[in-house]
């Protein structure tokens, strides 16, 4: 079954919230300060719960996008430790519901150990991994959980048969991928992600959001209807790549529509 550990990403799914809007952005990208701002800036927009993604040199998940942005970060010089030091200054200002989304590479060198207890103390509150499979998470997992971090498991077109068996040990939030491939806007969502989230509901309550390819507020909303929330993060990026260390303002604009139509389902 299902377990409860007792962080903050509940909040982001509470009843009386309606659904969940989920944002993603890199870390350091274009530097720690903007990031930091634009964080802040989501919150204030409505997002209910936001993902920094730790900067790697081979995010195999990503699209052109969010890969760009991370050689932008890692150029700028952005390490772990930087990001951690980002949420601390955030923390300072805002209790949101936050994840790392990463990979295990960065996360192993550091020494789970280490890591996870830095999420502890800093209130990092999950970590979305998408290159552990399901059958090898337990390493990670036991780290994690001692720290009251969540592991958050993944549920992908192919993952078929496995579906509930992921679902049945899921924490926090499970992360529906809408389609196959990598992250990157898409125009039309066609994966039956209503017969996916059925097999999960068979097995647990732990609430579902949909990422990949969602950029616009129709697509949010009829993501929304079809789960617990819905996950944008190229989108967000493509607007902090055009607009650099201004674009706080446009991100605001931007998630409040995302917002308002996630919650009007």
């Known amino acids: 079954m299902s377990k409860k550990l007792n962080n903050k990403i509940s909040k982001a799914f509470d009843n009386t919230n ?9 870390a350091g990208d274009p530097d720690a300060d903007s990031t930091v701002n634009f964080i802040l800036e989501m919150d204030r927009a409505g997002c209910d719960l936001i993902e920094i993604g730790i900067p790697f040199s081979d995010p195999t998940a990503e699209g052109v996008v969010i890969q760009e942005a991370n050689i932008r970060s ?46 502890e103390e800093l209130g990092v509150d999950g970590i979305i991994v998408p290159d552990i499979p399901f059958e090898e998470k337990e390493e990670m997992e036991g780290p994690a959980n001692a720290h009251n971090v969540s592991v958050i498991s993944m549920v992908s077109p192919t993952s078929e048969a496995r579906i509930k068996n992921i679902a049945e040990g899921a924490d926090g939030f499970i992360y529906v991928v809408s389609s196959m491939g990598v992250t990157g806007v898409r125009n039309e969502i066609k994966t039956d992600i209503e017969g996916i989230v059925k097999h999960i509901r068979e097995v647990t309550d732990t609430p579902c959001a949909i990422g990949f390819g969602i950029s616009t507020p129709e697509q949010a909303a009829d993501m929304a209807s079809k789960s617990d929330g819905a996950i944008v ?19 605001y604009d931007y998630i409040k529509s ?8």
């Open 18 to 26: 309606k659904k969940a809007f989920i944002g993603f952005l890199t």
């Open 74 to 119: 890692l150029g700028n010089g952005m390490t772990t430790d930087g990001v951690f030091d980002i949420v601390k200054r955030v923390r300072e200002k805002s209790d949101i519901p936050l994840c790392f989304m990463t990979y295990a590479n960065p996360v192993f060198h550091y020494g789970y150990d280490e890591f996870f207890s830095k999420c």
């Open 233 to 251: 993060g190229s989108a967000i990026v493509r607007i902090i790549e055009k607009y650099g260390k201004d674009a706080a303002p446009y991100l």
């Open 258 to 265: 995302m917002k308002d139509a996630v919650a009007s389902v």
